[in-house]
Nanobody, 121 residues
């Protein structure tokens, strides 16, 4: 089985920073694309940032210049450095990974449990 465990969420003041981490573990052969989504109260889940296995990145327009996605392939871990946080960044942030499993050699997408980020004074 494959599990994604997120950490780093919490309460921060506007203008502050947080660093989210997501570590994939289990029967993993290869982690391809890894990324972050978020879902604000009453809103649809949206893409925040993605880091492909080829090294390219993509960001939502609302976070460009403020957020940076990175990954450590050896640890199957993806990070999201969030700077200059705004109240509208408040949401549950979900890690997502495209993983080839050694259990059945099937490539599937997996989701983390989500971590709450609240930006408020």
């Amino acid at each position: 089985q494959v599990q994604l465990v997120e950490s780093g969420g919490g309460l921060v003041q506007p203008g502050g920073s947080l660093r989210l981490s997501c570590a994939a573990s289990g029967s993993i052969v290869t982690a391809y694309g890894m990324g972050w989504y978020r879902q604000a109260p009453g809103k649809q889940r949206e893409l925040v940032a993605v880091f492909t296995s080829g090294g390219s990145t993509n960001y939502a327009n609302s976070v460009k210049g403020r957020f940076t996605i990175s990954r450590d392939n050896a640890k199957n871990t993806v990070y999201l450095q969030m700077n200059s946080l705004k109240p509208e960044d408040t949401a549950v942030y979900y890690c997502n990974a495209d993983i080839l499993s050694s259990k059945n050699w099937v490539r599937n997408g997996y989701w983390g449990q989500g971590t709450q980020v609240t930006v408020s004074s």
